[in-house]
């Protein structure tokens, strides 16, 4: 029983500390550009946006999305 209580509060600590990390960074990089926000051609010259992050190459991350969902959810 002991082990299941510390078991949840190293959950309950873990979530705390994402959440505060998706507030203070909200982004990571696009997985699909890495970041750059650039889909380049095989031949290297010719490049488009990145059609995932629409040539920002940043996504929201999981948790903030979900904050945001409940902020809009709230208002
Ligand atoms: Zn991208």
Same mark, same amino acid.
């Given at each position: 029983?002991?082990?299941?209580? +510390?078991a949840? +509060?190293?959950?309950?600590?873990?979530a !705390?500390a994402?959440a505060v990390?998706?507030?203070?960074w909200?982004?990571?990089? $696009?997985?699909r550009?890495?970041?750059? #926000?650039?889909?380049r051609?095989p031949? /290297?010259r010719?490049?488009r946006?990145c059609?995932r $992050?629409? #040539? !920002?190459g %940043? %996504?929201l =991350?999981? /948790?903030r =999305?979900a +904050?945001?969902?409940?902020a %809009? %959810?709230r +208002?």
């Amino acid at each position: 029983m002991r082990l299941i209580a +510390a078991a949840i +509060a190293a959950g309950l600590l873990w979530a !705390t500390a994402y959440a505060v990390a998706c507030w203070v960074w909200p982004f990571v990089a $696009c997985p699909r550009c890495t970041g750059s #926000g650039t889909h380049r051609s095989p031949s /290297g010259r010719a490049w488009r946006d990145c059609r995932r $992050c629409s #040539g !920002t190459g %940043r %996504r929201l =991350r999981l /948790g903030r =999305r979900a +904050a945001n969902w409940a902020a %809009r %959810r709230r +208002a």
